[in-house]
Structure formats: C-alpha cells, structure tokens
C-alpha cells in the first residue's frame, strides 16, 4: 500500500530505528512499510499516525 | 534405570528451548510474526509431504530406510524451517 511514511519520517529527520522504537516494532517492519511491501494493520496504523502527528 | 534416565536427559533442555520459542514468539512485532507463521507452515507442511509421501513409497516397494528412525522428523521439520525463514523475510525487504 503506497503511503506518505518516508516522507514524513524525513521531514522530522528521523531514522527508520528512531520511528520503530516509537512505535515499539522493528526497524525491518518500518521499512517494509515505506516500501509498501506490508500493510500494516490497523491499530498500527493508527499508531503511526498519532506518533508522526503529535510530534509537531 | 539411571541409565535410561540418563539417556533421557537431552529432554529437559528441548523444553527450556520451547520456552524460549514461546517467549520470543510473544516479544515479536506483527510483521515477524508473520514471517515466522509462513515459515514454520510451509516447513510443517513440506515435512508432513516428504514422510507420507516416502510411507506410500515404501509400501509401493521402496527399500524401508534403516538410517532414518523417527528422531529425524523434528529436525527435519527445523531444518526446513530455519532454511525458510530468511528466504520469506527476503520479500518484505
């Protein structure tokens, strides 16, 4: 699934380890879903979004 | 006794190393998980394939194997599975 991740994640200069540990999952998982090899799932999602909003 | 007892001892580390399976299981992301399902899947399916399939041989007249007693099977099946396993975590590179 295509989505903004890296994007977003290198507006706010973050590594692809910083942002797993956030979000308490592995930096492979982090990269699988940049690269739109995994969808995460739901509650992960959602997660993600609030960690990368809320760090404004 | 204390020689069967004995010989009976590589038991006690197999499940320690169960335990530990099941803990690290439980500390994985989703995304591991994952990957560890396909694979220990694929690897208890593709054992359950090789030894039935060498039984209905073996009854078609195929020499019954002497080296391979049933010990084998486990391994097997974690062989096939640790050989799996970064072939399938490849994909989500």
Redesign the interface.
Known sequence: MKNRLRVLRTERRWFQAELAEKL???R??I??IE?G??S??LP?AFQNRWSVRTAN | MATHCSRAAPIVPILFGLRTLSSSLNQ?????RRIQLNAIAFAAGTTGMITVTYGFLENAGFPHLLLFSWIWIFPMLIAIWGINLPII?W???
């Open positions: 308490d999952v592995s492979q998982t990269n699988a690269t090899k995994y995460p799932s992960l | 994985m992301d989703e995304l591991q975590g994909r989500y590179r």
